[in-house]
């Protein structure tokens, strides 16, 4: 296997560039009550799925789907989309270094256009944006990550991953790369098995940090 290296930094977006996790949380526990009021924190098994195969799996019915829809657009309109500690800060230090970044998300253009509406700075942070348009499987697959790394022309050795759910933790795994998992969602010890380095934010973390912990690992 090739030496790892820093050359290119895969972001999930929801609990990894804003923190918005806990807002998502409480909306779909809203409806999985409505929908599956015996099956209490059904909510957690969604994390890192794209919309389609949340309705496919858990809201087959045109009807619920129409519905949910309907709410989740309004939700998102509203959310506050406020950036995870220090993450504007460090994007700017490892484009200084010269990474590359992407966003590789669940979350489909859609959601993205209100992202851009509230953020006009959003696009500037990245080279790459991809949504779950972009991808044949969503995350635990692999799928995601391999292709942002084609993407921005890397290999598997040059990616970090910064992720926050299980699914996209594992997603990491799966593609071979660094993983780096923040405890913005779940706590410190329950991601620990799935990153090769974990923090709770990005306040003070820097390019240098990150490339010293990839040269750890080989």
Sequence with gaps: MDKRTFNAA?????????????QYTV??????????????GMEQLIKGMT?????????????????????????EENMKFIYVEGFERFVDNIRRNGVRTAVVTSSNKEKMQNVYSKHEEFKSLFDAILTAEDFAESKPSPDCYQKAAVRLGFTKEQCVVFEDSFNGLKSGRAADMFVVGLSTTNDADAIKL???MVIGNYKDITYKEICRNVSLKG
């Design 10 to 22: 895969l972001f999930d977006l929801d609990g990894v560039v804003f923190d918005t996790e806990p």
């Design 27 to 40: 909306f779909w526990g809203s409806q999985f009550r409505r929908y599956y009021p015996e099956h209490p």
């Design 51 to 75: 919309l389609v195969e949340i309705y496919e799996k858990y809201f087959p019915e045109k009807e619920q789907q129409d519905k949910i829809t309907l709410e989740l657009n309004e939700f």
């Design 194 to 196: 799935y990153s090769d």
